[in-house]
């Protein structure tokens, strides 16, 4: 209950009167008009929504805030490797992608028809594909064994390009040189995907921290939504606690002229139920 200094009619000998409770003042507006206790009620329901929004939403960002903080200790282990695994993925792909036509051609040497010149191209692709992942997995692992897979695929790397230089010799190009350079291109080439697809492996996050990265952006967007509910909410209540005082501005202004400042700011706690956001 709040005291206030209230003046004599003449302006002389002041005296603390209290403020009267908002509570009643409350219960006596409503009964004067259903409508006026219908807007209570959906103000009390606003109030709740706000408290039930709030909650949710620091569950989620607080949620989002513990998703975010393993995917940093994730990513500060492997600080080299922080690229989106899917784009470097296909990054990698792609270099294999490229070295299609190569194989095809390396191919053509030793297949008697084109379903197992297919079959051949399509084994040679995957022989690279291979060699660019165990250079991968290996090469934080095993050293030795790193060695050894590059020693492999730079001899398989050659073969193909002998392979090459046999069937463009073979083919109507013209003179052994031509054929030659042919095949030292399309094996440079080969060679330059090959490094380029490992380095984009390389470059690519952990798959552990590829998973917590995406839990970490769906539990910040959940704690977005959350933020924008919550912000629907007090909007909601704004204008229901506003659409309330200006109805009830009127018998505060005829019962309590002096002191109107005062009683819609205790009536203001008393519908937020606090102090208002």
Same mark, same amino acid.
């Given at each position: 209950?709040?005291a206030t200094?209230l003046g004599?009619a003449?302006g002389?000998d002041p005296?603390?009167?209290?403020?009267?409770?908002?509570?009643?003042?409350?219960?006596e507006?409503n009964d004067?008009?259903?409508?006026?206790?219908?807007?209570w009620?959906?103000?009390r329901?606003?109030?709740?929504?706000?408290l039930s929004?709030?909650?949710?939403y620091?569950?989620?960002?607080?949620?989002?805030?513990?998703?975010q903080g393993?995917?940093?200790i994730?990513q500060n282990?492997?600080?080299?490797?922080?690229?989106?695994?899917g784009?470097q993925?296909a990054?990698a792909?792609?270099?294999?992608v490229l070295?299609?036509?190569?194989c095809?051609f390396?191919?053509?040497?030793?297949?008697?028809?084109?379903? /197992?010149?297919? @079959?051949?191209?399509?084994?040679? *692709?995957a022989v690279?594909a291979s $060699?660019?992942? &165990?250079l991968?997995?290996?090469?934080?692992r095993?050293?030795?064994?790193?060695?050894?897979?590059?020693?492999?695929?730079s001899a398989?790397?050659?073969?193909?390009?002998?392979?090459?230089?046999?069937?463009l010799?073979t083919v109507?190009v013209?003179?052994y040189?031509t054929?030659?350079?042919?095949?030292v291109l399309?094996?440079?080439?080969?060679?330059v995907?090959l490094l380029?697809?490992?380095?984009a492996?390389r470059a690519? /996050?952990?798959? @552990?921290?590829w998973?917590?990265? *995406?839990a970490?952006?769906?539990? $910040?967007?959940? &704690?977005?939504?959350a933020a924008e509910?919550?912000t629907a909410?007090l909007?909601d209540q704004?204008?229901?606690?506003?659409?309330y005082l200006s109805?009830?501005?009127g018998t505060l202004?005829?019962?309590?002229?002096?002191?109107?400042?005062?009683?819609?700011?205790?009536?203001?706690?008393?519908?937020?139920?606090s102090e208002?956001?």
């Amino acid at each position: 209950m709040t005291a206030t200094n209230l003046g004599s009619a003449d302006g002389r000998d002041p005296v603390m009167t209290p403020l009267p409770d908002v509570t009643g003042v409350v219960l006596e507006f409503n009964d004067a008009n259903p409508a006026y206790q219908s807007l209570w009620e959906r103000i009390r329901q606003a109030r709740d929504d706000v408290l039930s929004a709030g909650a949710h939403y620091r569950r989620a960002r607080g949620f989002a805030s513990q998703q975010q903080g393993a995917y940093k200790i994730l990513q500060n282990l492997h600080r080299e490797r922080t690229a989106p695994l899917g784009r470097q993925l296909a990054i990698a792909a792609l270099t294999v992608v490229l070295d299609a036509v190569a194989c095809w051609f390396a191919a053509q040497a030793i297949g008697d028809d084109q379903l /197992e010149t297919f @079959a051949w191209a399509g084994l040679f *692709l995957a022989v690279l594909a291979s $060699g660019e992942v &165990a250079l991968d997995y290996y090469r934080d692992r095993s050293m030795r064994a790193w060695r050894l897979v590059l020693a492999g695929l730079s001899a398989f790397v050659v073969g193909l390009g002998v392979l090459r230089y046999l069937f463009l010799s073979t083919v109507g190009v013209t003179g052994y040189q031509t054929a030659r350079v042919g095949a030292v291109l399309f094996t440079a080439a080969t060679a330059v995907f090959l490094l380029v697809g490992y380095r984009a492996l390389r470059a690519a /996050e952990k798959p @552990a921290a590829w998973r917590a990265r *995406l839990a970490a952006r769906r539990a $910040g967007r959940a &704690a977005d939504q959350a933020a924008e509910r919550l912000t629907a909410c007090l909007d909601d209540q704004h204008r229901h606690v506003g659409a309330y005082l200006s109805e009830i501005r009127g018998t505060l202004l005829s019962e309590y002229p002096r002191h109107l400042d005062q009683m819609e700011d205790a009536l203001r706690k008393h519908l937020y139920g606090s102090e208002p956001s």
